[in-house]
């Protein structure tokens, strides 16, 4: 079962691209007679789809890091339980993969990267530490990189393992549990985002299917064009500015 060799980047398979350029043409086209009465604008319009395809990308990625938090929150619930219990880390990580299989699929990513440490661990003989300490390379998430270190810490110094793991466990949940918090709310601004800035298009929409010559003046003169271009960068500009106003940086 593979994992990613890095999660902040994020590369569209052959699938993903021509969901991706199907949906984003449509977009184009769409854009294009809306505010121009022009397909042809709309195939103009299609080029910015090339350079869109890196703010996709690096959307999924965001969205993936997301993911894997979420599902690394349920794994130290499982490996703080198991170190209680009086098991060694490699047991503890298998009995984890075991736990969350019941949680997610299969496929799920902290699935597939505890399958790949087992597998590693058991078949491949490798060393513990190397195997989170190259988890938390190829994440780069804070949170995992935490934990890692404190386990390799406590590990090297032979320090006393299950206080050490239940105390940064149950620190490391309560900050990721108020994160978790910070997120749903700023979900919930963007979506009002998404929503506002839907609200334009719908009235321009609507305007020209009720009645097509109320809005004809802004099609057919120069002026009328020069508002639309307007309207057109105004709406667009809102929509990046309230997605950078709510984006904040986790750590």
């Given at each position: 079962m593979s994992v990613p060799k890095t999660y902040h980047f994020y590369t569209l398979n052959n699938k993903e691209k021509k969901k991706y350029y199907s949906y984003s043409i449509l977009a184009c086209l769409f854009l294009g007679y809306l505010f121009y009465e022009s397909f042809i604008v709309g195939l103009i319009f299609c080029g910015l789809?090339?350079?869109?395809?890196?703010?996709?990308?690096?959307?999924?990625?965001?969205?993936?890091?997301?993911?894997?938090?979420?599902?690394?929150?349920?794994?130290?619930?499982?490996?703080?339980?198991?170190?209680?219990?009086?098991?060694?880390?490699?047991?503890?990580?298998?009995?984890?993969?075991?736990?969350?299989?019941?949680?997610?699929?299969?496929?799920?990513?902290?699935?597939?990267?505890?399958?790949?440490?087992?597998?590693?661990?058991?078949?491949?003989?490798?060393?513990?530490?190397?195997?989170?300490?190259?988890?938390?390379?190829?994440?780069?998430?804070?949170?995992?990189?935490?934990?890692?270190?404190?386990?390799?810490?406590?590990?090297?110094?032979?320090?006393?393992?299950?206080?050490?793991?239940?105390?940064?466990?149950?620190?490391?949940?309560?900050?990721?549990?108020?994160?978790r918090e910070i997120r749903v709310l700023t979900v919930q601004k963007r979506l009002e985002s998404h929503i506002l800035t839907l609200i334009p298009l719908a009235i321009i929409a609507f305007l020209n299917l009720m009645s097509p010559g109320y809005l004809k003046v802004l099609y057919t003169t120069l002026q009328g064009r020069i508002l639309m271009t307007a309207a057109l960068f105004g709406i667009g500009g809102a929509y990046a500015w309230s997605m950078k106003l709510t984006k904040i940086e986790l750590h």
């Amino acid at each position: 079962m593979s994992v990613p060799k890095t999660y902040h980047f994020y590369t569209l398979n052959n699938k993903e691209k021509k969901k991706y350029y199907s949906y984003s043409i449509l977009a184009c086209l769409f854009l294009g007679y809306l505010f121009y009465e022009s397909f042809i604008v709309g195939l103009i319009f299609c080029g910015l789809t090339i350079k869109g395809e890196t703010f996709f990308c690096n959307y999924l990625a965001e969205k993936r890091c997301t993911e894997l938090t979420e599902q690394f929150r349920d794994f130290l619930y499982s490996i703080s339980a198991s170190i209680s219990a009086g098991r060694q880390m490699p047991e503890a990580l298998q009995e984890a993969n075991e736990n969350l299989r019941l949680i997610y699929s299969k496929d799920a990513l902290i699935c597939k990267e505890l399958d790949y440490m087992v597998r590693g661990i058991f078949e491949s003989k490798l060393p513990v530490e190397i195997l989170l300490r190259d988890f938390a390379k190829r994440t780069e998430l804070p949170d995992i990189y935490q934990f890692v270190e404190v386990y390799c810490i406590c590990k090297t110094t032979g320090g006393n393992l299950q206080r050490v793991i239940e105390k940064t466990v149950s620190v490391m949940i309560d900050k990721m549990n108020i994160n978790r918090e910070i997120r749903v709310l700023t979900v919930q601004k963007r979506l009002e985002s998404h929503i506002l800035t839907l609200i334009p298009l719908a009235i321009i929409a609507f305007l020209n299917l009720m009645s097509p010559g109320y809005l004809k003046v802004l099609y057919t003169t120069l002026q009328g064009r020069i508002l639309m271009t307007a309207a057109l960068f105004g709406i667009g500009g809102a929509y990046a500015w309230s997605m950078k106003l709510t984006k904040i940086e986790l750590h």
